[in-house]
């Protein structure tokens, strides 16, 4: 039994082939979607990490000057006190 390839044959074939093709491609383009996006969540981290820090800096900044403003102000109400 001999197989012949008919025109609308090559063309399903074909069609077959290329929409493979196609399946393929976008399997390596969603890949490369979700390989950004990991990257993007990875960024988005370490922009967060360093928000956290900067923050804690800052409300470390803030508690050292309030003690100075305590030790200042406790100064200046002994130095009322004794008339100085």
Do not use: C, H, W
């Amino acid at each position: 039994m001999r197989i012949t390839t008919t025109p609308k044959f090559l063309t399903l074939k074909q069609q077959l082939e290329q929409q493979t093709q196609e399946k393929v491609q976008s399997q390596a383009e969603l890949e490369a979607q979700q390989q950004r996006l990991i990257a993007l969540n990875g960024y988005i981290a370490v922009l967060e990490g360093k928000q956290q820090e900067t923050e804690a800096q800052t409300k470390a900044r803030v508690a050292a000057l309030e003690a100075q403003l305590a030790a200042k102000n406790a100064e200046l109400a002994k130095q009322d006190r004794t008339g100085t």
